[in-house]
Nanobody
Framework: QVQLVASGGGLVQAGGSLRLSCAASGRTFAPYCVGWFRQAPGKEREFVAAVSWSVAKSYADSVKGRFTISRDNAKNTVYLQMNSLKPEDTAVYYC?????????????????WGQGTQVTVSS
């Protein structure tokens, strides 16, 4: 069993930056693919970024070049650095973990979910 805690959200102006953290407990994070998803009001939860156990990375087209996902297995933590934020990035951001080996983009492939952290970008 893996417990995930997402943190780092907040209110920021357009063009600003935030760094989200996803801390795991219960077992080591290292073998897991970890992803970030987001859900805006009235919309489906969508893929943002993922990093596999081998540090392969995948990004949604909407965040490529602006967001960077990284992992620190020694700290059992995955980060999402978000730069050049836009109002359309406003959402609740969730981290998730999967025992799958690939860099997974489908939310149904993830077994464990954190509680979410709110990101609000003002124009």
């Amino acid at each position: 069993q893996v417990q995930l805690v997402a943190s780092g959200g907040g209110l920021v102006q357009a063009g600003g930056s935030l760094r989200l953290s996803c801390a795991a407990s219960g077992r080591t994070f290292a073998p897991y693919c970890v992803g970030w998803f987001r859900q805006a009001p009235g919309k489906e939860r969508e893929f943002v970024a993922a990093v596999s156990w081998s540090v392969a990375k995948s990004y949604a087209d909407s965040v490529k070049g602006r967001f960077t996902i990284s992992r620190d297995n020694a700290k059992n933590t995955v980060y999402l650095q978000m730069n050049s934020l836009k109002p359309e990035d406003t959402a609740v951001y969730y981290c998730a973990a999967s025992s799958g080996r690939a860099t997974l983009v489908d939310k149904s492939d993830y077994e464990y979910w954190g509680q979410g952290t709110q990101v609000t970008v003002s124009s």
